[in-house]
């Protein structure tokens, strides 16, 4: 099953202005396990220098300087994916973090020292912290488990606002976008010694062609939208991607797009402009091909 994802973004300014450097983080990164068999960026004004680098953490960037003022900015992302069906569960642990509470070797724990970063415990998420298994068990069964506390907990909920909620701030309501769903399961697994990243990306799920005798069937349409997910560093597997929105480990239909520390480091689009009235025309569209 091949895909064709089609997204398009456009401000629209109510006077023409300048606008200043803009970063894009809209292209599949170098660690997504689904096959990306084609990829464009088109961006509108085309009178613009665009200049492709990688962040520290290895995430593709587009770097734009324009030349000239302009009433409108617009950024297209057009791809083709191989949805082939990925086992999340396909890796292998190390036999020393195969049980959980377990420690990174020194090295290691250097080279993670980024996504092992927590700010103090606030009570409910101290509350939630403390409520982890206290004998030794499967790392894997304890990331599972993890994963849909924070699922059952949080009732997800589409919010507009910029900016990611405080996981206390997210306790509390009991209701979060799924940033903010992310940046309490990122904060949970850090307070629990292990690394772990937020993760900005696309999220394409697809009607199944047969209806299930028992249980859901899932979505009712094809259905692509910009997500976001963790990743928790294990020993001998890597990366492994948790969705705290469905309480299920990643798989093919989720793309990352960046992998940083905090989400302030993944916003698809950044940028300035003089101060203007601004006008925001968001699309996305999947079609299989």
């Known amino acids: 099953m091949r895909v064709a994802l089609h997204h398009q973004t456009r401000y629209e300014y109510d006077r023409q202005v300048v606008l200043g450097p803009q970063l894009i983080r809209l292209r599949p990164a170098a660690h997504t396990r689904t096959p990306i068999l084609s990829y464009t960026l088109n961006i509108e004004p085309k009178d613009h220098y665009l200049h492709w680098l990688q962040d520290p953490y290895s ?172 990743e928790v560093y294990i020993p001998g597997a890597g990366w492994i991607g948790l969705d705290p929105t469905s309480g299920l480990l990643t798989g093919e239909g989720h793309i990352p797009l960046a992998s940083t520390p905090s989400p302030m480091g993944a916003a698809p689009i950044t940028g300035s402009s003089q101060v203007v009235d601004t006008t925001m025309h968001h699309e996305m569209a999947l079609t299989r091909v």
């Not at 250097?110 to 068990?137: F, H, M, N, S, W």
């Not at 772990?196 to 697809?206: D, E, P, W």
């Not at 028992?214 to 094809?222: F, L, Q, R």
Request: charged letters at 20%.
């Open 59 to 230: 995430n593709f960037m587009a770097r734009l300087f324009f030349t000239n003022q302009t009433d409108h900015f617009e950024v297209t992302v057009d791809l083709i994916a191989d949805m082939t069906r990925i086992n999340p569960f396909q890796f292998f642990i190390e036999p020393g973090a195969d049980s959980f509470p377990f420690a990174y070797e020194p090295w290691l724990k250097d080279a993670l020292q980024p996504y092992l970063v927590t700010e103090p415990q606030t009570p409910l998420l101290a509350e939630l912290i403390a409520q982890r298994p206290k004998q030794a068990g499967q790392t894997v069964q304890f990331l599972i488990d993890v994963n849909r506390v924070i699922s059952e907990r949080v009732r997800y909920l589409v919010r507009m606002e910029a900016g990611v909620q405080t996981p206390e701030h997210t306790l509390e309501s009991g209701q979060g976008s799924c940033r903010d769903s992310t940046w309490l399961l990122v904060h949970v697994l850090r307070h629990m010694g292990l690394a772990a990243r937020f993760v900005s990306g696309y999220l394409i799920q697809l009607q199944a062609e047969t209806k299930e005798l028992v249980g859901t069937s899932g979505v009712a349409e094809d259905t692509t939208d910009l997500h976001a997910w963790a």
